[in-house]
């Protein structure tokens, strides 16, 4: 079911400075603003969320999400499903090319999956099932399962999944150490002239675009070491639009800004912002501790002081976007009282100086602003119950390395995509998702996941899933603070974003292809 989009738009008309001219050539021109960099641009192997934000601009999928949170076609123009559920067929688009003038085929199709399977690459969560690939034709892809998998084609979709990559470029090759990786060859709207790393990302329309080329010249990406930085290069006209959010105080001077916009459009896919328990830590192994502190967290609190109340706070374990969400799965209610008494009951009492055990909360800069503020307040409360909290913040760059390998936190503050397909869920519970910074594990859990998929039962999906919302709900791993949303500020000459109804709803979120400008 497609999710409501919310939209607001403030067009500045005070005497405060506005933007001037842009730093790019050409009349239709957009350059964009991020506060942190990727390594690289090639997604398939090595996890870098900074990716995620250039890529669909640069490459193509096999299928992608849409803004109206619905699979769309890509490279695929139709697919089918056998009656038992294990053989997908795709059709492909005729006549594509790569940016190198050489033919895009199924061959790239299967080359690609089989490489990231291989490799083991951050991609494969995305493929995980398929246990073959065949090419009947140069238009035409068949993946055969295992078992059923309900949630493949979401699967196959989502967000942080892969990308098509060219197989004359790759094959007898280190793909980790390709010069492709930093020099793409791709079969997007875009084309990459120049990649600086750690300052910018230059591209050029694709005119042999299979899907029409796209209504910019250029477009760029530059990288800030920090959002008030991105944000006063928007005020001047050094970039047109800020990819990832600006701080919520920044917002009331951009919207009196002259010729600068700000709307406020929901993330897509439906996005959680969310903190993450260390289970393989003391005291957090404990479950009382873990029940303790979400007892002591208001995240209303949080939101109002840190987002200006902008946020939606549900209390439960899931997103309300998810197919089968359940209202019932209730997180602890803010209750003070509550958790101090769990910590007693539990053996861990407060000493002298009123302080029963110290932990570290781990934030980042990262295009979901705001978490050193959250950690701000999160002290705050938590010192209500007795703990004492070290704040530190890091850039996002080094989060799949600190977080997801090394799991070096005590409690860490994240976001993702959080459905609308509930199997969703598993990359954060499941004992082998891979976003499972808490190394949390349970075989019930994995059961239910397990049932969901394999089952095209609406009934028995929405039930298994149902269940596992509770047990996360008793269990605890991480606690919900609420539903994202963006506060997009742009050049108000600009038009045709993704969440915007001239989009249409089919174009995936940071894909600039539609984009145009005017005057």
Known sequence: MAAAIGLFAVAGCSSSPGPTTSTSTGSSSLVVGMTYAPKALNPDYVYDPADYYIMDNIYSRLVNYGYDYQVHGDLATKWTTSTDGLVYTFSLVKGVTWSDGKALTSADVKWTIDSIIAEKGYGAAALAGITDVTTPDPTTVVLTLGSPNSSFLDQLAQRYGWVVLPKHVFDGTDVTTNPANTAPIGSGPFVVTSFQPGQSVQLKANPHYFGGAPKLDNLSFRFFSSSDAAVSALQTGEIQFMANAPSYSSIPTLQQTKGITVETANAAPPTDVWLGFNLARKPLSDLSVRTAISSAINPDQINKLVYGGTKKVTHTVYDPSSRSYDKAAMQPAFNVKKANKLL??????????????????????????????????????????????????????????????????????????????????????????NRNAMQYSNPTVDELFAKAKATTDAAAQNRYYTQ???IIAADMPRYTLFQWNYQFPFASKYSGFWWQKAAGGTVPADDYRLVTVTG
Request: without cysteine.
């Open 468 to 470: 596992i919302q509770k």
């Open 344 to 433: 007693d009951d539990a053996g861990y009492p407060k000493n002298a100086s009123g302080i029963r055990f110290s932990l570290t909360y781990t934030g980042f800069t990262a295009s979901l602003g705001g978490a050193d503020k959250i950690g701000e307040v999160l002290k705050q409360q938590l010192a209500a119950i007795g703990v004492d909290l070290t704040l530190e913040n890091d850039d996002f760059s080094v989060f799949a390395d600190k977080i997801m390998t090394k799991h070096d936190f005590d409690i860490t503050w994240s976001g993702g995509p959080h459905g609308p397909d509930p199997q969703t869920l598993a990359n954060y519970v499941a004992t082998t998702g």
